[in-house]
């Protein structure tokens, strides 16, 4: 349910109307092309819904995330549901914006416990499903994380997420038809010096679960997932 890598983009997630983004498409849509929209599922986004996941990383480590959409609530004034994701006994919040029309989920803020960091996103960090092959999704947005100290550092972060279409794939939780992204970020840290990160995720069609991520090469799979108790 989210992706993150500082935390945001480094763990590889992602609003309509949040803020400045664009998507290069062409405007003709054919009806036989591939869309992305299968891998949207609405029932991740439902308060109560809880989703467990284990993935396996190539060194043979295991992660296992608890996820837990807690309430409606509103972040910085905005409309946003609070998702609680525990990992190594420790627990973040999340805060999102879901377009159920528009199947895109959209990241205000998060907490990064155990770093001790509080981000927001302006605007947020928007995930689209709603796109057909070959599309790109591009955001530039501020990000402004506050630690512990009462610190406060400005990154800005230039963000392309491409569609590039299904992809039958095999983990050791099973076979899945996914929707493959590949999510390219560019970053300026305070100093002004540039990073560099690319993920590629495989969300599992219907489910709209990751099922195996490439973060910078570094691959990772799914082992299992229950979303409400019930297995995929």
């Known amino acids: 349910m989210k992706v993150t890598v500082i935390p945001f983009f480094m763990l590889a997630v992602s609003i309509g109307g949040c803020g400045s983004s ?4 062409g405007d003709v849509k054919n009806t036989d092309i591939e869309n992305a929209s299968i891998c949207f599922n609405e029932d991740l986004y439902e308060v109560g819904a809880t ?10 480590s295991i992660e ?3 996820t837990k959409v807690i309430e409606e609530t509103t972040y910085q004034s905005q409309p946003a549901l609070l998702a609680q994701t525990t990992e190594n006994n420790v627990t973040d919040n999340a805060y999102l914006f879901i377009d159920e029309g528009n199947k895109e989920q959209i990241m205000l ?12 996103y302006t605007p947020g960090t928007s995930m689209r499903f709603d796109v057909d092959k070959g599309d ?5 947005i501020t990000m402004i994380v506050n630690n512990s100290s009462g610190v406060e550092q400005e990154f800005v972060i230039n963000i392309s997420s491409e569609f590039q279409g299904f992809e039958n794939i095999t983990v050791p939780a099973g076979s899945f038809k996914t929707c493959k992204f590949e999510q390219n970020y560019s970053m300026t840290l305070p100093d002004g010096s540039p990073a560099d990160s690319k993920a590629i995720i495989w969300y599992a069609a219907n489910y709209g ?6 973060n910078d090469g570094t691959m990772s799979k799914l082992i299992e997932a229950e979303l409400n108790g019930v297995k995929m």
């Open 109 to 120: 803020g998060e907490t990064d416990n155990a770093n001790e960091n509080e981000l927001s």
């Open 209 to 214: 679960v990751e099922v195996q991520v490439s």
């Open 64 to 66: 296992t995330r608890l």
């Open 136 to 140: 790109i999704h591009r955001q530039t």
């Open 51 to 60: 989703l467990t996941t284990s993935m396996v990383a190539q060194d043979g």
């Open 22 to 25: 664009n998507s290069e498409s």
